[in-house]
Nanobody
Framework: HVQLVESGGGSVQAGGSLTLSCVAS????????RGWFRQAPGKEREGVAH???????RYADSAKGRFTISRDNAKNTVYLQMNSLKSEDTALYYC????????????WGQGTQVTVS
């Protein structure tokens, strides 16, 4: 039932900032965990950050100190603030949602492109 739609991607120069959003639409129970993933050219998809229902966050080493994940449960939206962007951050970014523990992401968005010059 639920669909995830990312937005906010685009092109930015190194050192710049960008904020991604992902809205969960359609009927669905509140998610336990929301996450962001990315896939760069020639690389496997990797986890970037996730946030659980209590607001506890986790980040990949590559994202720590630069990215911030947050969620607005009333809006069924998760955000990813990205600062100090580097060329290696260039990737297609996906959001995902999980309703279980252990975490299994069951719904994925189509992705939004982030390109850092």
């Amino acid at each position: 039932h639920v669909q995830l739609v990312e937005s906010g991607g685009g092109s930015v120069q190194a050192g710049g900032s960008l904020t991604l959003s992902c809205v969960a639409s359609g009927y669905a129970p509140s998610t336990y965990c929301r996450g962001w993933f990315r896939q760069a050219p020639g690389k496997e998809r990797e986890g970037v950050a996730h946030i659980d229902s209590d607001g506890v966050t986790r980040y990949a080493d590559s994202a720590k100190g630069r990215f911030t994940i947050s969620r607005d449960n009333a809006k069924n939206t998760v955000y990813l603030q990205m600062n100090s962007l580097k060329s290696e951050d260039t990737a297609l970014y996906y959001c995902a949602a999980a309703w279980t523990w252990p975490i299994k992401f069951a719904r994925w968005g189509q992705g939004t492109q982030v390109t850092v010059s």
